[in-house]
């Protein structure tokens, strides 16, 4: 079921798209195959709009439907997990970027795991995660970007922490395109490739 519903999104079908979703969860799918599905969809969609296949409104429609999607899995994804918190995160989609959905995803799967989470939200410059880390005592932040341009400011911000004397503060970074090599030219801790990748490395790093 998971090409039906990788079509329904890459076709722009809104409705039968959450149709599926439910279709998939209600037949015990894992809600994280539901996420790998429409992360397949946003690839191909991705693909199409850098070849000049499709336009910005296909890929606010795309967004939207991910939106409505993760509505749909987030109660289903809540049910086996800890209500305790285990340590805080401060987590931002970092300046110029403006991309939030994988962000809230990672936010979210941080939360229902225990983390206290503070969402900054989008196009946050270095200084507010540094304000935030030093305000919370958060010794993880979390760097989400999905433009090439987000690079500098990842960068910006990892060397603004440090400057600030947090330097028991990890960074995480994570988004489509970032990758180790991206890692290392910012000079972040760890990359992590999707949200179960984020709590590994908070859970890490906060020893529990
Ligand atoms: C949807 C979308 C949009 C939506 C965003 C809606 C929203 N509210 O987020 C809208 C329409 C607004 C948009 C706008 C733009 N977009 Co756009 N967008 C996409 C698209 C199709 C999907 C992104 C997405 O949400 N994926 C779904 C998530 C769930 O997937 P995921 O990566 O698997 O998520 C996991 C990981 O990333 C990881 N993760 C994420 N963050 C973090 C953080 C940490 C700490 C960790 C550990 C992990 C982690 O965990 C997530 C959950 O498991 C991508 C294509 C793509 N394939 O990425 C283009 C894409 C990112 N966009 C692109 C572009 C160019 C733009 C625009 C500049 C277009 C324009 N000309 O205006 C603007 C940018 C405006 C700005 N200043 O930010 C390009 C970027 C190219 C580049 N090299 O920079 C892409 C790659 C499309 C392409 N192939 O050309 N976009």
């Known amino acids: 079921m998971s090409q039906q519903l990788i079509d329904a999104i890459t076709d722009m079908r809104e409705e039968d798209a959450l149709k599926i979703t439910n279709q ?3 037949s015990g799918e894992s809600p994280l195959a539901v996420l ?3 992360r397949q969809a946003m690839d191909v969609i991705g693909k199409r709009f850098e070849a000049g296949d499709c336009f910005i409104p296909e890929l606010i429609l795309a967004g939207e439907m ?3 999607i993760s509505t749909e899995i ?9 209500q305790a918190k285990l340590g805080k995160v401060i987590l931002g989609t970092v300046e110029g970027d403006i991309h939030d959905i994988a962000k809230d995803i990672v936010g979210f799967m941080l939360d229902i795991n225990g983390f206290d989470v503070t969402d900054l939200g989008v196009d946050v410059p270095p200084a507010r995660f540094v304000e935030a880390a030093r305000n919370t005592g958060a010794k993880v932040v979390g760097l989400s970007g999905f433009l090439t341009l987000a690079y500098d400011p990842m960068k910006a911000t990892v060397a603004a922490l440090k400057a600030a004397g947090l330097n028991d503060v990890k960074v995480m970074i994570g988004g489509g395109q970032i990758d180790d090599q991206i890692r290392q030219y910012t000079g972040a801790d760890a990359y992590g490739k999707d949200a179960m990748a984020a709590v590994a490395l908070a859970r890490q790093w906060t020893g529990v």
Do not use: G, I, S, Y
């Not at 987030?74 to 800890?82: G, S």
């Open 74 to 82: 987030k109660p289903r994804l809540q049910q086996d997990v800890t």
């Open 66 to 68: 991910l939106n409505q």
């Open 24 to 26: 998939m969860l209600d």
């Open 36 to 38: 790998e599905a429409c």
